[in-house]
């Protein structure tokens, strides 16, 4: 379906509403990107990594003999910033890292539009994406003959909690989340086809699959799922043509993809991040899973739990066709989520947006089936309003503009930021941009006692989970003195000087 003919199939009163709510999401949106004042360490990963050969230089800290380097701010800053077309350096930071190459090559070509808004683009790449995904809801709705339920999805999705986290959180998984959407589309597509695969569906499909696994690996969970859905519908249908065809087309998109980027399979079969996440647990079975309960809840204030059993019941009431269509929906998701939250590295939201769609749409399918459209309506604005009051977004960190506030005033000094693993301290990289110069000291190789001698006042910092006690008891054995502590909200910081 083509944009002037999905159009054409609305009622005028569903387009009326989905115009408004266009609107309303990018100011929505716009305006809790401007509430963002931090970044997750994997947002500024993200930044890194996708202009600047990052592993070479960003995280070697320290010099041969253990010593922490001064860098200056222009260092730093150079970090964040583009410095020329080279896609060729992206896809090599990625393969050497354990990440497929997507998102980062489209951050790249949008940083060289944007430049000097490096920090930014991430917001444009996931609000395009969002909107997009939104279509994505329009075209599924239309394709299962419920119409009505376009509207409380997209209420449910774009003004809640999930939608602000898809947005503001500047990683792949909301690009991953529209080729989730694409790929359940053409799979629709080919049901109500009576499984007869055209040549459009077949290009539309292997896209969505190449993109999706160059977007995130976490797709092929999703994937795995509706792949054996729909072989077993073909199969028990006898449609054996469409299922060579069907296969055929998963298997060469997937060597496709391979033959692209090789590394995805020392990633996924040999990483840390890939089945080795398998045999190295970061928590037990039953916080993992109460922890990610937790998560979505937080997020479309409806309990997982009550979700998977009201979608199940729906799924029940449905006839033959429609079951099917409605199973498709709803199952992969339901699979994707339960291996996810094994599978997972941390227990957060990021890892389930891609298919939270999914479940939202039926939630709403659900609801005007129930009680109506009118009522399903006032219901998401309703659950809406009532989540903004329960909930907060994730990836905003909006108490570090303190952080950012004192680098301003002592943009003449010197920082040394203390923390104890190797990864976390680039969070702050906008931070090390404004001071004069910046040393990173690693509590876990006794960095502190081999920093090189500070002249003058200079700022101490360190993650907020360290022993503040310990490490200023570490500088003052080094003769430094603490002048003042900094009022720095949840962040520790502190004015040193030699004595």
Known sequence: MKFRETLAKLGRGTKIGLGIITILTVGFMAFWETQKAGFHEDEAYTIS????????????????????????????????????????????????????PLYY???????????GWTYQVGFIINLVFFLMTGWMVVKICLLLGKEKAILPSLILLNFSVLGINMVTFQRMYTVMGFFVALTLYYNLKIIQAEYKISRQDAIGLGMAILL????????????????????????????????????????????FGVILYPASLMHIFASYRGVGALVVPTMGLGERLWGFLEVVRANIYVPFLLVVGLMIWLWGKEKDE??????????????????????????????????????????AMLAIREIGQKVA???????????????????????????LDVAMENQDKT????????????????????????????????????????????????????????????FEGLDYEKKKEIEMGDYIGYIMEKK
């Not at 090559?105 to 430049?115: E, K, N, S, T």
């Not at 939201?349 to 939270?356: C, F």
């Open 49 to 100: 990594s996708s202009v600047s050969p990052v592993w070479d230089e960003l995280m070697a800290t320290a010099d041969e003999n253990g010593a922490p380097k001064f860098r200056s701010r222009e260092v730093y800053e150079s970090y964040a910033s583009f410095t020329g077309f080279n896609p060729a350096m992206v896809y090599d930071n990625q393969a050497r890292d354990v990440h497929p």
């Open 105 to 115: 090559l489209i951050f790249h070509v949008l940083a060289g539009i944007f430049q």
């Open 212 to 255: 999706g696994f160059l977007t995130q690996y976490f797709y092929v969970i999703y994937l795995a799922a509706i792949f054996l859905m729909m072989v077993v519908k073909m199969v028990k249908g006898k449609r054996y043509d469409s299922l060579k065809k069907y296969i055929a087309l998963h298997v060469g998109t997937g060597i």
């Open 322 to 363: 429609e079951r099917t269509e409605l199973g498709l929906l709803v199952f992969p998701a339901m699979f994707y989520v339960v291996i996810v939250m094994l599978l997972a590295p941390y227990v957060e939201i990021r890892y389930l947006m891609p298919v939270m769609v999914c479940l939202v749409i039926g939630l």
């Open 377 to 403: 309506l006032g219901g998401a604005v309703v659950l809406v309003l009532f989540g903004a009051m329960m909930s907060k977004p994730s990836f905003l960190y909006s108490d570090y503009q303190q952080a």
């Open 415 to 474: 920082l040394v930021y203390v923390t104890d693993n190797n990864f976390t301290f680039i969070k702050n990289l906008e931070e090390f941009g404004i001071y004069a110069q910046t040393a990173i000291a690693k509590t876990s190789y006794n960095e502190i006692q081999k920093l090189p001698e500070i002249e003058g006042e200079f700022i101490l910092r360190m993650d907020s989970w360290l022993d503040k006690g310990f490490v200023v008891g570490v």
